[in-house]
């Protein structure tokens, strides 16, 4: 059956691959990549051949100030940050935010004053340290009255660069944001909608972060960025489909990719497919192990390997311990629906989780080129 399932997955690739070849439009593609400040994986290491874009992640606002702060030390990592990409066309841009910045920018974007604070600060940022743009990372407004200061801020920070740009005779800085996997919280006892309008009126693109479907916080397994789902709207395919059908341009929209796999403990070895039930993480820190660390698992342990068609995602378990992951054949497949929907493009979180070889950022970027 699991030969079956590649032969299957296989089909889809090419028929994906195919199906983009008239679907791209003209607009240049984002290959993105977000690099973590760590003295392991250094800037200096990235494959420059495979991206387009890189983000600094992260840089947080003051809670007193709304400006961004930037110590001697963070000044000087800034500057060899950008400093590594001088010699290509690889374009940085400064991410601020993370995942527990919502209270600040919640803050941040419910008044005019404070708005202004914050975003002449990212721009001044940017433009001292030789960033090409600036990324919002805002996880995530929780109602829709924060929608709104969203959509406010937005416009307000592309006057602000527009005008900055004038002024000082250069191109604008970029303007994006990291957003939700789907345009809505449907998932959420709080509805609410990210602002479609000012996100196509003043945003270069969004990120779309396409991963953390399912993990090890609950008590089953699940396919982590699974590009369909037959019993849920929990996918890929959903969340993208769900931007566009209200209004958002598919050019104004970035897939995201991930270079790690979610992890759980089976309850019974036995009972290893997808929906298996689960008491905990499985291998690697907090559930989650990097792609170079799956490959380590799966040669170490000779783990057995599921492509499932259903999801078309990938999974490998020895025992008790399950990881579900995205390979090379995987991304391939992702690579090809972004494209049937005329997306701009993909990114991966995060820098120096690939393998040595970069197998799954080299694929994908072989993958883009096909159409």
């Not at 000087?76 to 935010?97: A, D, H, M, P, W």
């Not at 592309?158 to 919280?185: K, N």
């Amino acid at each position: 059956m699991a030969s079956l399932n590649l032969m299957k997955f296989l089909s889809l690739a090419f028929l994906l691959a195919v199906a983009t070849s008239c679907s791209t439009g003209s607009t240049t593609a984002v290959k993105g990549l977000y690099w973590l400040d760590n003295p392991v994986f250094p800037s200096s290491a990235i494959d420059t051949s495979l991206f387009t874009h890189v983000y600094y992640a992260f840089i947080e606002p003051n809670n007193v100030t709304y400006k961004l702060d930037i110590s001697n030390s963070t000044a000087t990592t800034l500057t060899t940050f950008t400093n590594s990409f001088l010699i290509n066309s690889v374009k940085t841009l400064i991410s601020i935010g993370g995942s527990n910045t919502a209270a600040i920018f919640a803050n941040i974007a419910s008044n005019v004053t404070t708005r202004a604070t914050f975003i002449n600060s990212t721009i001044d940022v940017a433009r001292t340290f030789g960033f090409d743009g600036v990324d919002l990372d805002w996880e995530f407004p929780r109602s829709s009255n924060e929608m709104n200061d969203l959509a406010q801020l937005f416009q307000e920070w592309r006057h602000a660069i527009a005008v900055e740009a004038s002024a000082a005779g250069r191109p604008p800085l970029l303007l994006t944001a990291a957003v939700y996997f789907a345009v809505d919280f449907f998932l959420s006892g709080t509805p609410r909608t990210y602002p479609v309008a000012s996100i196509n009126q003043n945003l270069d693109w969004v990120n779309v972060m396409s991963y953390d479907l399912h993990g090890s916080w609950e008590n089953k397994t699940g396919a982590p960025s699974a590009l369909f789902d037959p019993k849920s709207n929990v996918s890929v395919a959903y969340g993208l489909q769900s931007w566009i059908r209200v209004g958002a341009l598919p050019q104004k929209m970035v897939m995201g990719l991930v270079l790690y796999g979610r992890t759980w403990q089976l309850q019974d070895p036995s009972v290893h497919g997808i929906g298996a039930p689960a008491v905990g993480s499985g291998p690697g820190l907090d559930g989650a192990m990097a792609f170079f660390q799956v490959l380590d698992f799966k040669n170490e342990t000779g783990a057995n390997v599921v492509y499932d068609v259903e999801t078309l995602s990938v999974y490998c378990y020895n025992g008790s311990s399950w990881i579900g992951y995205d390979d090379p054949l995987t991304v391939t497949v992702k690579v090809g629906f972004a494209q049937s929907l005329s997306l701009r493009g993909y990114f991966f979180w995060a820098a120096g989780y690939d393998s040595s070889d970069w197998k799954i950022s080299t694929q994908a970027s072989k993958a883009w080129i096909l159409a």
